[in-house]
């Protein structure tokens, strides 16, 4: 972890997201304002030391609702980047694990079929069937990470399957699932984590494109997205409303990625390759 | 190589029937009764009956699948809801805007890419590499939907130098230009980003390679180099992301088109989301769901061709 | 030289007439109708396209909501209230080609009240006993009971006259009315395009020809007037513009009523709603000074009953139900909730309703009433709350004209069910003086107001924007109408 802190990438990233974890967990305790109060007698004020990011068309205070919104991406995109890891991982190292048989060919179909299908048109699908909430939003961006995943982990295992001390630990007699759990597992969490990295970005983005289409999650959550979408009849008269929660969006998801970039690099110092 | 492809052909036929079931059955329990919707609150049951019954939502689940499959194979998408007229006809009015806006993204996306992944690669470690890849990063994390929020506000509403969105149809190839313009470099610049950063380091490998070293042991320049042997080899990375992204710009311009209201696939889907009109929102994600896996299909074979290792592939 | 100029003055000239002779016009408008058969299906949208310019009925509505002469040059009513005899105008022709005779509107008519019809609006001709067409020109219409309403049945959208014959499924894509406007073509998305019929029977268009442009977005909608994209937006859907298109001399702004009361509807069967000490409470615990200020960015006209306060008959009830949240938590202790209650709150589109509801959501917090907000599609809220009645509250605006009497319904989704206002419906449908009405009118008024049947809150305002060369648009909108057929360019 040292060595990642004198990449300047990963210092200036992690400090960037850094901010907004923090601005979250400190938003369950403490916000400026109160987010839930509608104070129409203060709508549409420009920022000021009273408050910092003004207020928006119901009143309320826009630095208060960019931190409660921080609590909302961030936890959608954590929790789907946990759908993923969960249900993802132990597919892809399943199918490495019996490479070439049914089961694999079933598993790597399956996740071409995600593939196939138009992430957002799909998420928008779900919201609409099941009704627009955080929580559908969650499944929605979920789903499309489990192949991700999968393929990042079946990818990584298989090279893994032909090495030395995978093979010594079959000779001693170990099953493919204590060895899938035991040996290759461990090795492949490097890669997992910059990866993971890299689709908590995408899910913040995700969380953010459905709140503003009105599908993510729903008042009183304060979401970015939706503060977007609330304020873009005003941005003419009123352009605060739209940069403070743009800003955030664009500083989280910049930070998050410049972290995953350094530490592909810190792992894989031999291609140094940047992220596609 | 034949059974490498008819394994491929096997497979993607299999992926579009599995995939028309899950689009078929996941659409079929949206909530809402079309009818109602189309009748508004204070129409009486009968009447909502009657709709249900001319519009044969009377039937049972199987045999209206059987008869959208049996539908789709023979060009026939069935007949909208909502508007009362042959699904394939709208979707073809649509095409013509959303085919050319993805083109055209495209286009821009690689015109911006090719340059300045080239730029950064050959000029590795200086501030011209260094600008680049903060750029693209920030290009990467700017939401478009907010992006054409400003752009709109700027460039239509103060400036007056676009029009804020609409389509004008082709009579008119100038003006239908123009008025993609600003759709299409809302939607290319995260795609270029992406681009550039590929396109860079699959330079960079390739110019790691022993072949780039012998060349420029031979005496050719970094610059020579580049452009005589190591954009070759990087164009097939490159490639596979054009294809990717080319699918992901048919599908995934809804946000945008809503934003330009352009009348495209994507805002026709949401609209006919909106109104539960199921036939338009099956067929046409079934369409895209086609044209996704037909270019994925493409990028596969091509590949296939390039590199023959790859025929072995799993 | 001079030629030369007196060639440019000439093109400058030129230029001007061009400008001048502008005899066309894009209008913008939100919904995009399903169809255009306005007597298949709900009205809203679809009125906005044909609605006096396809389509005319025997009546019609003028801008102020007074009922005037359509297809029918003149009437009689029989001393019993029973008996209209309608006289038609000369020289009506479809725009096929066809004349209209007597026996159109005896297909229309039967046609919208036959067991099967799919008509939108069937309770509109179910006083209708029996029409009959004595000849070309002449239509007999009998009715079962007197009908002071009847005329005014008569200028909806859902009862206009269509040609006998007609293959009512090709109407729905390609009209065939008798009115100032020709329909032209449709891209489906997109627009609709009408042309000037040049063989109207009456005053013939000032325009030559009108797109109606969809828009749903609102910020695409101000963008698009903004860049001059659309000459109007009738209904514009974002109040929070207005003032920035106020301020700018290319455009104007123009204000003025609709049918829609815009109400916190509440399931009246489900408790604690069905305890009136609790809708009480409700009414008292909502400011609606700060809805229209807050939602409607200062437009709307605060109501106190379910009645359009341009009506004569209105009264405003405003003061009983006046925002005073100390009274509205004593309510609600004295209704067995002195630590409040948990209800849905369902939101349909609409910003009235979006915004309104975060606002109300704040108001009944104040008082200790918690909702759980869902924002819907049209769909699912046609489905969830008014067919299923699965709601405690939800935000509305009802724009059909004089709709007090939905109130009557006790399975329309509020579900009053109140038999006393039933009995004071039905005096009122057979009433014909007008003295007499008005009276009932006011008593149905007051009796839901003091029911606290739901929370009143404010007429919708009907805020348009145009370029400022534009007249003849429609300021209040009695009926959903886009009518076009005075519009003009003043250059």
Partial sequence: ?276 | ?314 | MKRILMGASALALIATGAMAANTSIVIGDQLEPPHLDPTAGAAGAIDNVVYANIYEGLTRFASDGSVIHGLAKSWDISDDGLTYTFTLQNGVKFHDGSDLTASDVLWSLNRARAEDSVNAQKTLFASIADVSAPDDTTVVVTLSAPNGNFLFNMAWGDAVILNEGDDTEALKTKPNGTGAFTFTNWVQGDSITLTRNENYWGEPAKLESATIKYISDPTAAFAAVMAGDVDAFPTFPAPENLAQFDADPRFSVIVGSTEGETILATNNKMPPFDNVKVREALAHAIDRNAIIDGAMFGYGTPIGTHFAPHNPAYLDLTPQSNYDPELARKLLVEAGYPDGFTTTLKLPPPSYARRGGEIIAAQLRAVGIETEVTNLEWGQWLEEVFKGKDFGLTIVSHTEPMDISIYADPDYYFQYGSPAFQTLMEELNTATDVATRFGLMQDAQRMIADDYVNGYLFQLAKTGVANADIRGLWENAPTQATDLTAVYWDH
């Fill in chain 1, 1 to 276: 972890m040292k060595k990642a802190f004198k990449m300047p990438g990963f210092a200036i990233g992690f400090t960037m997201a850094t901010v907004f974890v923090l601005a979250a967990f400190l938003s369950f305790f403490w916000t400026p304002y109160a987010v839930d109060g509608v104070d129409i007698a203060n709508k549409l004020l420009a920022p000021s030391g009273t408050n910092w990011f003004g207020t928006d068309h119901l009143g309320r205070d826009i630095f208060s609702m960019v931190m409660v919104g921080a609590r909302t991406s961030i936890a959608v995109a954590i929790v789907a980047v946990g759908i993923g890891v969960l249900l993802g991982v132990p597919l892809g190292l399943a199918a490495a694990a019996r490479q070439g048989s049914l089961l694999d060919e079933v598993i790597m179909r399956g996740n071409d079929l995600i593939f196939a299908f138009p992430a957002l048109l799909i998420a928008i699908l779900i919201t609409a069937v099941f009704g627009a909430s955080a929580v559908n939003a969650i499944i929605a961006i979920g789903i499309f990470n489990i192949p991700v995943f999968a393929r990042i982990s079946r990818g990584a295992a298989l090279s893994l399957w032909t090495r030395d001390f995978v093979l010594a630990a079959r000779v001693a007699g170990k099953g493919r699932v204590r060895i899938s759990f035991e040996h290759i597992l461990p090795n492949i969490t490097n890669l997992l984590i910059v990866q993971g990295t890299i689709q908590f970005s995408l899910g913040i983005l995700a969380e953010a494109a459905l709140s503003y289409i009105g599908l993510g999650a729903q008042i009183p959550t304060p979401s970015w997205g939706r503060m977007l979408a609330d304020s873009q009849t005003m941005v003419s008269f009123a352009p605060h409303l739209a940069i403070f929660p743009g800003m955030a969006i664009i500083f989280t998801v910049l930070g998050l990625n410049l972290m995953g970039d350094a530490l592909r690099d810190l792992f894989d110092p031999k291609q140094r390759r940047d992220r596609q």
């Fill in chain 2, 1 to 314: 190589m034949l059974r490498f492809i008819l394994k491929r052909l096997l497979s993607l036929g299999l992926s579009l029937i599995a995939a028309s079931v899950v689009i078929f059955f996941a659409i079929e329990i949206i909530p809402g009764d079309p009818a109602r919707l189309m009748l508004g609150i204070n129409a009486t049951q009968d009447a909502v009956d009657a709709l249900r019954s001319q519009m044969g939502l009377d039937q049972g689940l199987l045999p209206r699948y059987w008869l959208w499959v049996s539908g789709l194979v023979q060009g026939d998408f069935g007949i909208s809801y909502t508007y009362r007229v042959p699904v394939a006809e709208m979707v073809q009015g649509r095409v013509w805007v959303s085919l050319p806006l993805a083109l055209y993204a495209l286009g821009l996306s690689t015109l911006i890419a090719f340059p300045i992944g080239i730029l950064a690669a050959s000029r590795r470690g200086t501030w011209a590499d260094w600008l680049v890849m903060g750029g693209t990063q920030l290009g990467i994390a700017i939401p478009n939907f907010w992006f054409a929020m400003l752009a709109v506000s700027l460039l239509a509403i103060k400036y007056r130098l676009f029009s804020a969105g609409g389509f004008p149809g082709w009579e008119d190839p100038f003006l239908a230009i123009k008025a993609l313009t600003m759709p299409a470099f809302v939607l290319a610049l995260p795609q270029a980003s992406i681009l550039a950063r590929v396109m860079r380091s699959a330079l960079l490998d390739t110019l790691s390679e022993d072949f780039m070293r012998t060349a420029r042991a031979k005496g050719r320049t970094v610059r020579g180099a580049l452009v005589h042997h190591a954009l070759r080899n990087a164009m097939i990375p490159v490639l596979t992301i054009l294809g990717l992204q080319f699918s992901f710009l048919l599908a995934g311009a809804i946000i945008i088109e809503k934003i330009f209201f352009l009348p495209g696939l994507g805002s026709m889907i949401f609209t006919a989301i909106t109104q539960r009109d199921l036939i338009v929102v099956e067929s046409v994600v079934m369409l895209l769901v086609f044209a996704v896996i037909i270019v994925t299909f493409i990028v596969d074979i091509t590949y296939a061709l390039v590199d023959p290792r790859l025929r072995r592939r799993p």
